[in-house]
């Protein structure tokens, strides 16, 4: 691999970001295939390809977004909606607490957010369902019946959409936001009783006007969890 093969894929590892505001610009349909495509090169153990992808745009994105967007602003409603499968730890332990909370306080710094205004926060949290604008909006589901390792899989296949997407000029945010509403996205979507909803992601192209696509985060140093041993 020459050097400059190595600097283009380094930079577009590099580069990719979570934006959480994007042009209504349109992506091809055709663009997404080729995209998708690259993507499914991803490793799988045993080359199972446990992944499953539901392009949303225009009006069906717009559909699902308000069905979730009307159970998340009642609270009542929004109570009976839970995550099916556990993202986060059940208890927050350092140095992962504080690094979480970095990051929170680094966006609503941005977007002006002031520590205890419950509303902005609830607004914010709520463009998560709007995709953040964006003009695409992925949904990634699992077949039930497998385990860990193909979750394992699973990963690296988002990653490698995302990197197909930043290698195109596309930005992307991978979003966990959704499992809360797996209920409301297996009606709307018609999935399958063997589909599992892993995540969402939005896809398109960033904004760089607004304030949150400033965010950059950090990445803890090298000596704090690498052990070289000989």
């Not at 283009?8 to 590892?13: F, P």
């Not at 610009?25 to 153990?45: M, N, Y």
């Not at 509303?119 to 604008?133: I, L, T, V």
Request: glycine content about 6%; hydrophobic content about 40%; some cysteine.
């Amino acid at each position: 691999m020459s050097n400059d093969t190595q600097r283009i894929v380094d930079d577009v590892i590099q580069s990719r970001r979570s934006v959480r505001a994007f042009l209504p610009t349109p992506v091809p349909q055709e663009a997404l295939k080729d995209l998708l495509q690259v993507a499914a090169r991803a490793p799988s153990g045993t080359n199972v390809q446990p992944w499953k992808v539901y392009v949303l745009t225009g009006e069906a994105k717009e559909a699902l977004s308000n069905k979730i967007l009307a159970a998340f602003n009642d609270p009542e409603e929004a109570q009976t909606h839970t995550e099916e499968y556990p993202y986060y730890p059940a208890k927050w332990i350092s140095p992962y607490i504080e690094r979480r909370r970095k990051v929170g306080l680094d966006l609503y710094s941005l977007l002006g957010i002031q520590k205890g205004d419950g509303a902005r926060m609830q607004e914010q949290h709520g463009r998560n369902y709007k995709f953040f604008d964006a003009p695409v909006g992925l949904i990634f589901t699992i077949d039930r019946i497998m385990q860990q390792g193909s979750w394992f899989d699973y990963g690296m296949f988002v990653q490698t959409v995302m990197l197909a997407a930043r290698a195109r000029g596309l930005d992307t945010c991978p979003q966990a936001a959704f499992t809360q509403f797996h209920r409301i996205i297996e009606e709307q979507l018609n999935l399958p009783e063997n589909e599992m909803v892993v995540c969402g992601m939005a896809l398109g192209y960033a904004d760089e006007s607004k304030p949150e696509n400033q965010l950059r985060t950090e990445r803890a140093p090298l000596e704090d969890w690498v052990k070289f041993i000989a």
